[in-house]
């Protein structure tokens, strides 16, 4: 594989720190000021939902509403629960943003510990909308039942690579065994952006499916394998063990969709106002994060059950890396088709702009949803 996949992609956000004072707690699901009523993807205009919530300072700007959905009842599936990479979605539940903004009057966000199951249960009707990897998405392209992308949380990786004592430098790495949890995964994405950043290739060293997390690092500290991918919140312990990190992906610039919003082809042609006040909500809900970090953590405790301090480094960290913008550029999904490929060599060929849809997002930014919660972000074109 050449490292040339990997290479950096120039990027058109804003960075992620910028900062945008917001009232977002005044949400109305009515309001005084015309209404924006054109559907996303070609819906017909319909009455409208719930209101923006309104960015301080805002001005004279008018207040931004939503087409009613079709459905007002909805059930969103998470791969993973209690973790920040997949937070908004269920924040927008604690803040009541599916009701104030979407015009929804129930929606039910559960933890179906997953990718898999949040696929199967796409496909099978049991959810509406679920948050996945994006290589789910990817893969699906080759079914009679393709899933779209709508929103991603993140496109930022997180991982470092721990290595052993005795290596020190990336020249020491060259040659070496590193833990993977398994072949097509995210960590062995993850360690094909560390070993890029270092100049070397996986042609460069042997790849060893070892397991989880907790797997990986156990050999690396056991000396059964020189390196792995290790999540950067461990960076202390791994140094206190007298471990060694070589380099990390956070910074490199390079785009990973690892926790995308998506629902099937077919649904999303059936309910395109539904779809567009879900990702509206969710898209408030990750601007929130950004702009009341302290509130959020609370919540955040609140929901994944950890003690105050710790939520609160959850989401100073998550700030840091979350996509604010929730957009991408093509490189967050040809990455994961890369690895794909490298297990089965029939996904190098497929079209990785059949599995995201980015219109919803646009739709938003066109009609002043970004300006109107005070996002400094817009998304990609």
């Known amino acids: 594989m050449e490292s040339s996949a990997f290479g950096r992609s120039p990027r058109r956000l804003v960075a992620l720190l910028a900062v945008a004072t917001l009232a977002i707690g005044a949400c109305s699901s009515t309001g005084s000021s015309p209404a924006a009523t054109t559907a996303a993807s070609g819906g017909e205009a319909s009455a409208p939902a719930g209101s923006a919530p309104a960015a301080s300072g805002g001005g004279s700007a008018a207040a931004v509403q939503l087409p009613a959905p079709e459905k007002k009842s909805l059930t969103i599936g998470l791969s993973t629960g209690g973790e920040a990479s997949q937070y908004a979605e269920y924040l927008a539940k604690q803040l009541d943003y599916?009701?104030?903004?979407?015009?929804?009057?129930n929606v039910e966000v559960t933890s179906l510990q997953g990718d898999a199951k949040v696929v199967q249960a796409l496909v099978a009707g049991g959810i509406d909308l679920g948050v996945l990897g994006v290589s789910g998405a990817i893969n699906s392209q080759a079914t009679d039942t393709p899933i779209k992308i709508v929103s991603l949380n993140g496109v930022t990786l997180t991982d470092m690579l721990v290595c052993g004592p005795?290596?020190?430098?990336?020249?020491?790495?060259?040659?070496?065994?590193?833990?993977?949890?398994?072949?097509?995964?995210?960590?062995?994405?993850?360690?094909l952006l560390l070993l890029d950043t270092i100049g070397l290739t996986d042609k460069d060293v042997t790849l060893t499916q070892v397991g989880n997390q907790d797997a990986r690092l156990a050999a690396v500290k056991a000396g059964s394998v020189a390196?792995?991918?290790?999540?950067?919140?461990?960076?202390?312990?791994?140094?206190?063990?007298?471990?060694n990190v070589i380099t990390d992906n956070?910074?490199?610039?390079?785009?990973w969709g690892r926790s995308g919003l998506g629902a099937t082809s077919q649904f999303i042609q059936q309910n395109p106002n539904t779809v567009?006040?879900?990702v509206a909500s969710v898209l408030a809900a990750q601007n929130y994060a950004f702009t009341n970090p302290d509130d959020t953590a609370a919540k955040f405790a609140e929901y994944?059950?950890?003690?105050?301090a710790t939520a609160k480094n959850v989401i100073d960290d998550f700030i840091t890396w979350g996509d604010r913008s929730m957009s991408w550029s093509d490189?967050?999904?040809?990455?994961?088709k890369t690895v794909l490929a490298a297990v089965n060599p029939q996904m190098?060929?497929?079209?990785?702009?059949?599995?995201?849809?980015?219109?919803f997002l646009q739709k938003l930014a066109d009609m002043g949803f970004y300006q109107q919660i005070g996002d400094p972000e817009l998304p990609f074109k």
């Open 98 to 105: 599916y009701k104030s903004i979407g015009g929804f009057d």
């Open 166 to 191: 005795d290596i020190k430098t990336k020249d020491d790495v060259k040659g070496k065994q590193i833990a993977i949890s398994s072949f097509g995964s995210t960590a062995h994405g993850s360690t």
């Open 227 to 243: 390196c792995a991918p290790i999540d950067l919140g461990q960076k202390t312990a791994v140094e206190g063990a007298g471990l």
């Open 250 to 255: 956070k910074s490199s610039g390079k785009q």
């Open 276 to 278: 567009q006040a879900v």
């Open 304 to 308: 994944s059950q950890q003690d105050p």
């Open 331 to 336: 490189e967050a999904f040809n990455n994961p």
């Open 348 to 359: 190098a060929n497929v079209d990785v702009t059949t599995a995201y849809d980015k219109s």
